[in-house]
């Protein structure tokens, strides 16, 4: 949902609950600047006569930095319908939009701004709320058995809200443009890659982050899916990240550690973020094996 909110509900099981945590530029603040993320999606209705399904997703997400504890907090909500449009090839598009309240505030105990007009530094406003509309498509197809190729574009901040605490309705949240293309495939019995091509634009700045995860098969039987990864991958003129991670069956578990190699890295000594994630999915009749309405591209 974050990445796109075309991919609400995309995965085989009814429900899906994840959590993530992250912690950057700690060498250079105190706190550093922290982000919190809570996620629950469910099926409201599936269908493997006609290979479709609607689903809802909510999530809880949570950025704050410094003493000031500047920061964020966005609820959201995400429709999405997705629908086989060919069998022969488990051929998937989906279509999701997002709405959003974002709430943007500061400790102003914490705060000591200039005391005349010509200093220019006195701020109205401590914390303001603004409403946020977003939406994307995805698409993905099996080439062949566990090899999977999949697309998707979203736009967020479609209509650009306005974001300052001088109340000037004319200080614009632009548009943000999401795009990413994947492909995995299998390199022997038990291994697999997966590659991936992420990229971020927004105004004048934009973020390309290009990469790979290689997938080792711990299953011993058919009935359960085991499997490590390790993901490296390389953000523009950023850093360096490196991405463990573990699954069992719809339990996956990781990590992933930013490598800073920015000009920013005499201060940050390389360290960039530390990020910890889970993700969960269940039925509600308990576990059981299924036919699946959306195959997931895991190994």
């Known amino acids: 949902m974050f990445?796109?909110?075309?991919k609400t509900t995309f995965f085989s099981s009814d429900f899906k609950v994840g959590a993530a945590y992250r912690n950057q530029w700690q060498t250079v603040s105190v706190s550093g600047y922290n982000t919190y993320l809570l996620t629950a999606e469910a099926k409201l209705y599936k269908s493997r006569r006609y290979r479709q399904s609607l689903g809802i997703g909510i999530g809880l997400a949570r950025d704050v930095?410094?003493?000031?504890?500047?920061?964020?907090r966005n609820i959201f909500a995400?429709?999405?319908y997705n629908k086989q449009i060919k069998k022969s090839n488990n051929q998937f598009i989906a279509a999701g939009i997002q709405i959003g309240n974002t709430n943007w505030s500061y400790d102003i105990s914490n705060a000591d701004f200039g005391q005349s007009e010509s200093d220019k530094e006195g701020i109205l406003l401590s914390r303001f709320s603004v409403f946020d509309l977003s939406a994307g498509l995805h698409w993905q197809m099996d080439i062949k058995e566990e090899n999977t190729i999949a697309a998707g574009i979203a736009?967020?901040?479609m209509n650009e809200p306005a974001l300052s605490f001088y109340d000037n309705s004319e200080v614009k949240l632009k548009k943000r443009f999401t795009s990413y293309l994947s492909w995995m495939m299998p390199t022997s019995e038990n291994t697999g890659i997966k590659l991936l091509v992420l990229s971020s634009f927004q105004n004048d700045n934009y973020e390309i982050t290009t990469g790979a995860d290689i997938?080792?098969?711990?299953?011993?039987?058919?009935?359960?899916?085991e499997a490590i990864g390790l993901g490296l991958y390389f953000r523009s003129n950023d850093a360096i990240i490196l991405s463990p991670y573990?699954?069992?069956?719809?339990?996956?578990?990781?990590?992933?550690?930013?490598?800073?190699i920015s000009g920013l890295s005499a201060a940050t000594k390389t360290y960039g973020a530390l990020e910890l994630w889970l993700s969960y999915g269940f039925n509600i009749s308990g576990y059981r094996?299924?036919?699946?309405?959306?195959?997931?591209?895991?190994?």
Do not use: E, W
Request: charged share 5%.
């Open 215 to 225: 997938v080792y098969n711990l299953s011993r039987t058919m009935v359960n899916t």
């Open 246 to 260: 573990y699954q069992y069956n719809s339990l996956t578990a990781g990590l992933s550690y930013d490598i800073n």
């Open 65 to 72: 930095a410094g003493s000031l504890q500047f920061g964020q």
């Open 289 to 299: 094996k299924q036919i699946q309405s959306i195959p997931c591209p895991t190994f």
């Open 3 to 6: 990445l796109n909110p075309a």
């Open 78 to 80: 995400s429709l999405a």
């Open 155 to 157: 736009l967020f901040h």
